[in-house]
């Protein structure tokens, strides 16, 4: 398999690099300086097609690949000078050759001047423009495939797209946010026969008025441009499919898109229901999805997270499992309601029944004792989020924002599990459900007094409740010592009520001076209030019926201890912050600090505990720009983090059939001292990209688990561990891609190391965490011949808890084809090998994916036809591991058979 591979690459670059020579040369202007990022591309003379084309580097060096035995004309251009034209003649027998231009500049450059052929790629400023046509291959479906064709710019596989190593944090269709920016819808959806060109927006900000004096380096927008057709015309597409799965089952596919843009509204319509497997809207990109709420305070210091309760829901592997029934309806609008008001808004609607088959070892440290567990979970997922977004914008001065966002959802899974552990067997049966649901508000308000005093204001509100309830029947009472249950029950049926509340308020006012066009200072004021309600109870339900609550508290040993909680806990910090920022030559630097009174304040168990505070937490900014598209970026802060009232409810709530926990009243903040390096180099000129990141966090005082275990049952407190015993994190990042005419080479490498200490049975207790993971490919992108994508991951994850060691590794070599033929005819296959193993090689599976699609369109007739076949190898399961410090976990997840479907699709 190696070799294969191996040779898999040299063909590639065989490819790559045969049948041709370099042209080079200079681009200066007429007084001999170089043009830095100027273009020039070359055309077949008899045909007008693009062969080739190249931007100037910092010294206006160009090079161009060009076939053998041609006749070429070369256009030079750059913005504000005349474009020139020479010709050029490859004969079969040639080799490099030079070829130097000097341009005129231009009397009278008019931004309306029409250009008689498309550059492929457009630098001006932090605008990168790439016209898509010039590197489609012609088997484009969406969004995500135009994507994946343009220099610098990576699809992963959860369709979130990142720019020279950066995630892309809002994505637009002319000049609209579509669903706020979501990169994944996006790519998954928007047809790729509309996109024209795609514009990166590097450095971005939303407010103009304040993207000269905030740090923007790691703020990538990509906006699509459509093409002329798509514009003022409704457009999409119908798709429809049924099949069957290996075991005779009926399968089904719907998915109706529709879009509309004009310059005075945009409306997107997305729907999708099938049982494919095909999940366009997860229960995490619920929880991650902010609606567009930027971070408040970005930089301030403080990490206080309102944090979702956890009841331990299943979560499928790569969104994999044994079945999975999706229902998504979405909507998005805008419309540009005057000169100085723009309205928009979305609504999301997704239904998702999953089952969720697993086996897992789990081996306790402490005890020394391995569970091996059987669980069959059925899921139901409701998730609804609504958002209404209004700008306005009198003049350039002045700007105000206002978005509204409500969510809601209902999950609920039912779960039968066995575990087997020592002598022991026991059948458990739970029930879970969550309601949550939340209304988040935002103001924002800029204005700019002159050209040298700007002020900005924020106000964020969130209103949230959840209420969790769990259920657990088992045939062994975990807990006898702790639980006061009738043991002459024949199953012990537990049951656990939960509430939670929450108010939270965050507001601060920004006052920038600009000093010079080189420096500006920056002062703070503002303040963060939450509030929150925490109640819970138990009860069992007994054999005839009848339900027993649980007293409020248990004596046990002597002291009592608390069942039911009825917890306020209120946290304010105020804060004033001072940020100088200054550039001199190719660096910049922006100190800062931020003095913060913190005043905490929990009510429970008929005392009160109050906590203040005053830290000064400093940040540091350092930014060197090596060259326009090459930069090294150092950052370093020091942050307090604060816990929400779920760690602080002292009376016990259950984490499942085997983990109980109870909060600590008395817990202090934490600290993390955040190192980060960061380098990036994106080379038009050569078509090399290289990014990479160094990242330490050292924390201190950090908020720990407090467990005492005995076999496999646990009680855990959260604690705060001495400043002797730092959690501490090593990470690196890197990645080199480079395009070599018609293929793009990538390597890609991830490492971190992790140590972290816990108190296990009164005992500290360090573990380590060493993983690794590495990725090799090679993606052709020719419009003539087949097209394929070879790549090798390899990923080592190393697990030390308290002197138990286990590897685990998971060697994943993959192919991609896409072929067309027949004229009509088109052939798109993905298969990736699985090899998972651990080091004692007690553990060993090898696993394979192979899917496929045939498509048929005639010419351009708006029907397409395909045969869609899902794990044609009919794999039955995947595998996967797990660390934390109190145990390491093996699962093998049961996944989808063969599905084969027929599916229309008609074009809008």
Not at 230 to 249: P, R
Not at 414 to 440: C, G, H, V, W, Y
Not at 868 to 883: E, H, K, R, V
Request: glycine share 6%.
């Amino acid at each position: 398999m190696k070799k294969l591979f191996f040779l898999l690459f040299l063909f590639s670059t065989f490819l790559a690099t045969s049948q041709s020579i370099k042209l080079r040369g200079f681009i200066k202007d007429s007084i001999g300086e170089p043009l830095e990022l100027a273009n020039v591309i070359a055309t077949v003379k008899t045909t007008g097609d693009i062969e080739s084309y190249a931007i100037t580097n910092y010294e206006g060096r160009f090079q161009l690949d060009l076939p053998v035995n041609n006749t070429y004309i070369l256009r030079a251009s750059f913005l504000g000078f005349e474009t020139q034209e020479k010709e050029v003649t490859v004969p079969e027998d040639a080799s490099d050759l030079a070829l130097h231009f000097n341009l005129n500049p231009q009397a009278n450059q008019l931004d309306g001047v029409e250009i008689v052929y498309e550059m492929p790629v457009t630098v001006k400023g932090d605008t990168i423009v790439y016209n898509a046509d010039s590197f489609n291959r012609g088997d484009e479906k969406k969004l995500g495939d135009v994507m994946k064709n343009l220099p610098g710019v990576e699809v992963n596989d959860d369709g979130e797209i990142e720019v020279e190593g950066k995630a892309v944090t809002k994505v637009m269709v002319e000049g609209k946010d579509f669903f706020d920016g979501d990169s994944k819808l996006a790519t998954k959806n928007i047809p790729a026969n509309a996109v024209d060109k795609v514009e990166v927006l590097r450095n971005y900000s939303e407010v103009g008025q304040l993207s000269g004096v905030t740090n923007n380096q790691d703020n990538v927008a990509i906006n699509i441009k459509l093409k002329e057709g798509k514009k003022n015309f409704w457009f999409g597409e119908i798709t429809a499919g049924s099949g069957l799965d290996a075991e005779t089952e009926a399968r089904y596919l719907v998915h109706p898109k529709l879009f509309y843009y004009s310059p005075k509204y945009s409306i997107n319509f997305i729907t999708d229901f099938n049982d494919i497997g095909e999940v366009p809207f997860t229960w995490r990109d619920y929880f991650n999805f902010t609606g567009g709420f930027r971070n408040f305070n970005r930089g301030g210091g403080t990490n206080f997270n309102i944090r979702e309760s956890d009841l331990g829901f299943a979560v499928a592997q790569n969104n994999r499992a044994n079945s999975i029934e999706t229902k998504f309806l979405a909507g998005n609008f805008s419309y540009a309601a005057t000169s100085s008001l723009d309205l928009s808004g979305f609504g999301i609607f997704s239904d998702n029944k999953t089952n969720i088959v697993t086996n897992s070892l789990t081996q306790y440290i402490t005890s020394g004792v391995t569970e091996s567990t059987s669980s069959n979970s059925n899921q139901h997922n409701q998730l609804g989020m609504l958002k209404l977004s209004g700008v306005y914008k009198p003049n350039v001065n002045l700007q105000a924002d206002y978005d509204v966002l409500v969510k809601a959802s209902k999950q609920t899974e039912d779960d039968a599990t066995l575990s087997l552990f020592q002598d022991f067997s026991n059948a458990i049966s739970e029930n879970k459900e969550n309601k949550p649901a939340s209304i988040n508000q935002n103001l924002n308000v800029y204005y700019t007094l002159n050209d040298d005093n700007i002020f900005a204001g924020q106000i964020q509100h969130l209103l949230q409740e959840e209420d969790p309830f769990y259920n657990a029947v088992t045939d062994l009472l975990s807990f006898a010592g702790v639980l006061p249950v009738d043991t002459l029950q024949n199953r012990y049926n537990i049951n656990q009520q939960k509430n939670i509340k929450t108010h939270k308020l965050d507001a601060k006012v920004d006052y920038y001076h600009i000093i010079n066009n080189k420096s500006n200072i920056n002062f703070t004021l503002g303040s963060t209030l939450s509030r929150q309600k925490f109640n819970s109870n138990m009860f069992q339900l007994l054999d005839n019926g009848d339900r027993e609550d649980f007293s409020e508290t248990l004596e046990i040993e002597g002291e009592n201890q608390p069942l039911v909680n009825s917890v306020t806990y209120g946290f304010s910090d105020v804060f004033l912050g001072l940020h100088y920022k200054f550039k001199t030559g190719q660096f910049t630097f922006s100190p800062g600090a931020t003095l913060h009174n913190y005043t905490l304040k929990n009510e429970q168990l008929g005392t009160s505990e109050t906590q203040n505070d005053w830290r000064v937490l400093p940040d540091v900014f350092a930014l060197w720009e090596i060259k326009k598209s090459e930069s090294l970026r150092f950052n370093y802060s020091l942050s307090a983090e604060y816990t929400d009232v779920n760690n602080l409810a002292e009376a016990y709530v259950f984490n499942n059939y085997n983990r109980l926990f109870r909060g600590n009243r008395f817990l202090e903040n934490s600290f993390s001292h955040n190192y980060n390096l960061t380098y990036f180099s994106f080379n038009l000129f050569n078509y090399t990209n290289i990014s990479g990141s160094l990242n330490y966090t050292r924390r201190l005082k950090g908020i720990k688990n407090n467990s005492q275990i005995v076999t496999i049952n646990q009680v855990t407190s959260p604690i705060n561990i001495s400043s002797n015993f730092p959690d501490e994190t090593y990470a690196a990042f890197g990645r080199f891609s480079k395009r070599i005419k018609k293929v793009e080479l990538a390597a890609n490498a991830n490492v971190s190391f992790s140590t972290s200490n816990n108190s296990i049975n009164e005992r500290i207790q360090k573990s380590e965490s060493f993983t690794q993971n590495y990725r090799l490919s090679a993606r052709s992108s020719f419009r003539e011949w087949p097209n394929f994508e070879v790549g090798y991951n390899l990923t080592i994850n190393n697990y030390n808890n308290g002197g138990l060691e286990q590897t685990f590794y998971t060697q994943r070599p993959y192919v991609n084809t896409d072929i067309n033929f027949l004229k009509h005819f088109s052939l798109s296959a993905n298969w990736d090998l699985y090899n998972y193993t651990n080091k004692a090689k007690t553990v060993e599976n090898k696993y394979s994916f192979l899917n496929g699609t045939l498509y048929f369109q005639k010419g351009d007739s708006p029907w397409e036809f395909s045969l869609q076949a899902t794990n044609i190898l009919n794999t039955g399961a995947t595998n996967s591991d797990s660390f934390n410090d109190e145990f390491n976990t093996t699962s093998q997840y049961f996944v989808l058979p063969r599905i084969v479907m027929f599916v229309m699709k008609y074009d809008l």
